[in-house]
């Protein structure tokens, strides 16, 4: 098991020294236009901007893992609805249970009552 714990280091390195030498290759500068000139204009807002490469990529790649990370907190809004509930129904469960075993002592049978100090000693 060992060996695959190695292989996953060496793989994630190989990718990390890809990544490295494409960005450093990619450092040309491009022109950005980030909307529609008619819109940029009644903004009042410059559109063109000019940088390298390697900042739209990053920016790309940051900008869609935030949509992601938002979109599946979203989509994962009623798992966490129905736990919450379900987590207040069994509590509210357990403390039924506490009380009617409170309750239960005093009109209990004695052989019962026996029983129970029984299951309680284990």
Known sequence: MAIFRYLKILFLVIVAVALVLLFLANNEPVTVRLMPDALANAI???????TQLIFVVVGALL?????????????????????????????????????????????????LAILDQADAAR
């Open 63 to 111: 900008i869609g893992i935030i949509v992601g990370f938002i979109w599946e907190w979203l989509r994962e809004y009623r798992f966490r609805a129905e736990a919450k509930t379900q987590r207040r129904e069994a509590q509210r469960l357990n403390q039924e249970v506490a009380k009617m075993k409170g309750q239960s002592s005093d009109t209990q049978d004695d052989v």
């Open 44 to 50: 009042g807002i410059p559109n063109v901007y000019t």
